[in-house]
C-alpha cells in the first residue's frame, strides 16, 4: 500500500502526463480516532477507526478563463488514485470559468512531508476511562445519571501542488461532553472542554461542577421573558463569536449584504463597534490552539478558495480593542475588495485587555440576573445585523446578589454577536473552551465569559 505521500506524487504525476496545461493542488488526508460514549451511568462503547481520504483540484485552460475540478474519495489504492485524476481532469475541461482561479501556489518540499500519519490510541483515553468509573459511583450514590461522550483523533494532511510545493500538518483534537441527569430527568447539567491530548482534562473536576449545578436547579423560580443582564460562559461565547467570523467574509461585506457592510458601501472596517477593549483573533501558532499555517481546503466558499491551497495564514486580528480590523479575505475576494489578503486560521480567540476572573466571578456583579449553561438550535434571522435566534438548554440560573439562587425555565433569545460586544459590563480571562452549537465543526476556540447587559429572554421555550 502506498502512503500518503506517495500518493500525492502518484496524483501529480498523473495530471502532468494528462497536460502541460493543468495546474493543481492535492491533499490527502489520514485520520485516526479513538471514543469513549457513556449512558446510564455506564461506558456503552468506545472504538478506534481510520480513514484517508485523496481531493484533487485541478484547474484547465477552458474558453472564458480556467475550469476548475474538484473530487474527493475514500478507500484508495494507487490505481484508484490514478482513476480519480482522470475523472478531475475530464470535469475541469468540462466545467464553466471558475470566478476565482488563480495561480496554484508555488513553492519547494517541506520538512517531514513524507513522514507517516500521525495515531492516536486507547491509551489516551486512559484517564478518562479510569475517571469515570469513579464518576459512575457518585452519580449512583447521588441518584443522578451520567451521559457523555470523549473523542480523540489525529488528522494528518499531505498538499502538494503543481507548482512544487510540498506540505504536511498534523492536526490533533480531543473534545469531551458530559451531561448529568436527576429528578427522574427533570434536570439536566452541562460541561463540556476541549484539549489536544487529555493531559489537562479533569473529568473528577467537570462532574463536580455537574452535581453542583444539579443542586441548584432543586430550587426552581419561574421568571417572565425580558431583558436580563446575563453571565455567559466561554463555550456560549464561543457559540456566539464563531458565527461572528463565518458571517465577516469580505466579499458579502463589500456588496452589502451582511452587518459588516458600511451603509453607502464598501465594509465596516476601521469602525469601532464597542468601547469595550475586545479583540478577536486566528493564530496558527496560539498556544492550545495550533493549527495550520496554511490553507487547506477542499472547496471554495466565501471564506477559502480551492486554488489558494498553500497559501500562508499567519495571525489575522478581525476585531482590534473593539474597531473591525479586518475581514477575511481569499486572493480573488481581496482583489474585488481592496482589503489586505487575509486567510482565516482554523481557530478563534477572544481576549479582554487585562481580563481576569472565571465565570462565577462575574456573578459578583449580578444584583438580578441569570447564568447560562450552553445554547443550542442556532439560526440566523437577519443577516444585514447578524439577529441570531437560538435556545438555552440544560441549566438557566438565576442570580441575585451575586449568588445562585435557583434555576428558572429555558428561553429562546434573540441576540446579535456584533450588537451584543457593545453591551459588554464585564469580562473574564480567555479560557481554551467547546462551542455546543458549532464544536463538531469548529474546536479550537479560546473565549472569556462575558457578562452582558440587557440580553433579550423574548420567550419561555417550554420542554426545551
Known amino acids: 500500500m502506498s502512503t500518503s505521500s506517495e500518493f500525492v506524487e502518484i496524483a501529480l504525476g498523473e495530471i502532468t502526463r494528462a497536460g502541460a496545461d493543468l495546474g493543481a493542488a492535492v491533499l490527502v488526508s489520514q485520520a485516526s480516532t479513538a471514543n469513549l460514549r457513556w449512558a446510564l451511568s455506564g461506558l456503552t462503547t468506545n472504538g478506534l477507526t481510520s480513514a484517508r481520504t485523496v481531493t484533487v483540484i485541478v484547474g484547465a485552460p477552458v474558453a472564458g478563463g480556467t475550469g476548475a475540478g474538484v473530487l ?10 490514478r482513476a480519480l485524476v482522470a ?16 495561480p496554484f501556489v508555488t513553492g519547494a518540499e517541506l520538512p517531514g512531508f513524507a513522514d507517516p500519519g500521525a495515531e492516536t490510541g486507547a491509551s489516551t483515553l486512559a484517564g478518562v476511562a479510569e475517571a469515570l ?8 450514590a447521588q441518584e443522578r445519571e451520567s451521559f457523555g461522550f470523549a473523542l480523540h483523533e489525529v488528522v494528518t494532511t499531505w498538499l502538494g501542488t503543481t507548482g512544487g510545493l510540498r506540505y504536511r500538518h498534523e492536526q490533533p483534537r480531543g473534545t469531551i461532553e458530559l451531561t448529568g441527569k436527576a429528578g427522574a430527568r427533570s434536570r439536566s447539567a452541562y460541561m463540556a472542554g476541549a484539549t489536544r491530548d487529555f493531559s489537562d482534562v479533569d473529568v473528577l473536576a467537570m462532574d463536580d461542577e455537574i452535581a453542583t449545578r444539579l443542586r ?26 464563531i458565527y461572528f467570523l ?7 461585506a463589500h456588496e452589502g449584504r451582511s452587518v459588516f457592510s458600511r451603509t453607502g458601501g464598501g465594509t465596516r472596517v476601521g469602525e469601532k463597534i464597542t468601547s469595550s477593549p475586545v479583540s478577536l483573533l486566528s493564530d496558527p501558532f496560539h498556544a492550545g490552539l495550533g493549527c495550520a499555517d496554511r490553507v487547506l481546503t ?13 497559501l500562508a495564514s499567519p495571525s489575522a486580528t478581525w476585531l482590534d480593542s473593539g474597531t473591525i480590523s479586518n475581514l477575511p ?19 478563534l480567540v477572544l481576549t479582554g485587555a487585562d481580563g481576569t476572573g472565571s465565570t462565577m466571578d462575574l456573578l459578583a456583579g449580578v444584583d438580578h440576573g441569570l447564568l447560562l449553561s450552553s445554547m443550542w438550535y442556532i439560526r440566523e434571522v437577519d443577516p444585514q445585523t447578524l439577529l441570531l435566534t437560538g435556545l438555552t438548554r440544560d441549566g438557566v440560573y438565576v442570580v441575585e446578589n451575586g449568588e445562585v439562587v435557583g434555576a428558572t425555565s429555558n428561553f429562546r433569545y434573540n441576540e446579535s454577536p456584533v450588537d451584543l460586544l457593545s453591551r459588554i459590563d464585564a469580562y ?10 458549532w464544536g463538531e465543526w469548529f474546536t479550537r476556540t479560546a473565549m472569556p465569559a462575558l457578562r452582558i447587559q440587557d440580553f433579550n429572554m423574548s420567550t419561555v421555550a417550554e420542554g426545551a
Not at 472547496?299 to 480551492?306: K, L, N, Q, R, T
Open 133 to 140: 468509573g469513579e464518576v459512575f459511583g457518585r452519580s449512583r
Open 428 to 437: 473574564g480571562a480567555t479560557e481554551v473552551c467547546l462551542s455546543r452549537e
Open 329 to 347: 479575505t481569499t486572493r480573488h475576494t481581496a482583489g474585488l475588495t481592496g482589503l489586505p489578503l487575509a486567510p482565516a486560521a482554523d481557530n
Open 246 to 252: 463565518w458571517s465577516a467574509d469580505a466579499r458579502t
Open 72 to 81: 474527493s474519495r475514500q478507500g484508495l489504492d494507487a490505481d484508484g488514485v
Open 298 to 310: 477542499t472547496s471554495s466558499s466565501p471564506m477559502a478558495s480551492v486554488f489558494d491551497n498553500g
Open 216 to 241: 441548584w436547579q432543586e430550587r426552581p423560580i419561574t421568571l417572565k421573558p425580558g431583558r436580563y443582564t446575563t453571565v455567559l460562559p466561554p463555550t456560549s461565547v464561543a457559540d456566539l463569536m
Open 87 to 102: 475523472d478531475t481532469v475530464a470535469l475541469a475541461r468540462d466545467a464553466e470559468p471558475a470566478e476565482d482561479a488563480a
